[in-house]
Each structure stands twice: as C-alpha cells, then as structure tokens.
Nanobody
Framework: QVQLVESGGGVVQAGGSLRLSCAAS????????VDWYRQAPGKQRELVAG???????NYVDAVKGRFSISRDNVKNTLDRQMNSLKPEDSAVYYC?????????WGQGTQVTVSS
C-alpha cells in the first residue's frame, strides 16, 4: 500500500515562496488521486487543492493563482509550489492520497509566514 512522506515547509516572509514535496512508497501511486489540505491553529482542516491520477488539478479560490500542485508518477512524487505567501497561509500542510476505499495521510509539514 502507498505511504506518503512529506518534506519542505519552514518559515518565510510574506510574499515569499516555499515548495513542499510528498514522496509515495508502495505500488500503484499512479492510480491515486491526491488532495492537499492545511490546518491552522484552532481551525478545522481545509482542502487547498487536488490532483487526479491523470494530473487534472483544482484549487480553492483562496490559493488560486498562487499555489500549484504537480505530480511525477514515475518518481512517485507530488510537488506543491506556494508563491506570494500570506500570513494567513500559515498552517500545517498535508497530502492525502485516495484510491477506492483506501485513504492515506502524510505526516504534515509546518509552514509559517511572517508579516
């Protein structure tokens, strides 16, 4: 089964950029849809973006034009580029893989945007 390990994140000033990665181990990653969530302190986890197994992407309005998600099904990686970061983007970011009844979460990575 697929396991997801996240990397990247850190502290950046407002207007800066960060790149997050999600590496998948196990067979069949190319079949999985992957969603991108974030959770800020005291708030519920929210969906940020998603990418299907075929590479079709979608984004919530709050990040559209600033964030992008891509995948490499040969390397079994998912990359998330965040540009023009704002303090309200500060959160723990997660990748979530879904295939049929299977659901796998990455461990999350902290992003902090200072004003």
């Amino acid at each position: 089964q697929v396991q997801l390990v996240e990397s990247g994140g850190g502290v950046v000033q407002a207007g800066g950029s960060l790149r997050l990665s999600c590496a998948a181990s196990g067979l069949g990653f190319n079949l999985w849809n992957v969603d991108w969530y974030r959770q800020a302190p005291g708030k519920q986890r929210e969906l940020v973006a998603g990418i299907t197994s075929e590479g079709v992407t979608n984004y919530v309005d709050a990040v559209k034009g600033r964030f992008s998600i891509s995948r490499d099904n040969v390397k079994n990686t998912l990359d998330r580029q965040m540009n023009s970061l704002k303090p309200e983007d500060s959160a723990v970011y997660y990748c979530n893989g879904v295939w049929r009844t299977y659901n796998r979460w990455g461990q999350g990575t902290q992003v902090t945007v200072s004003s």
